[in-house]
């Protein structure tokens, strides 16, 4: 359902930054219990923010460093059941106690930025919606 709703909010936008917007509000509009839903951008080897919703987060990011850069250096998607157990994470809000990062990849196989978001639950981001987040950020890699 979140995919499609994805879908059809960005299908006729060509402005990236608006339909991120849109995208990062629609999460949190539609996923019960998170306090941060946002994106950040890839430059040079610093993730760069983006749009986001939620209290005000770290500007930049290096590759390898928290969880949005561990999840850009290993390619990979990460989800952290206890983010205070995890070795370096970055703690931009206190309230946050799980997280997930997605990244996203440009047709070329580089990363153009992740989808970040976090929840002040912990273990919030089971199996199913890390699921429904990865066809979410496929949806937006489309548009990359």
Known sequence: MLEKQVNELIKDEED?????????????????????????????????L????????????????????TAVKE???????????FKGHIACDNASNSEVV???FRNDGNIYGVLDIDSPLFNRFDQELVSILENVAKKIEEKL
């Open 16 to 48: 990236l930054i608006a339909s991120l917007s849109n995208v990062s509000a629609l999460i949190m509009d539609t996923i019960p219990n998170l306090n941060w839903v946002g994106f950040y951008r890839l430059i040079d080897d610093e993730l760069v």
């Open 50 to 69: 983006g749009p986001f919703q939620g209290h005000v987060a770290c500007f930049r990011i290096k590759v390898g460093q928290g969880v949005c850069g």
């Open 75 to 85: 390619r990979k998607t990460i989800v952290v059941d206890d983010v205070h157990a």
């Open 102 to 104: 997605i990244p996203l």
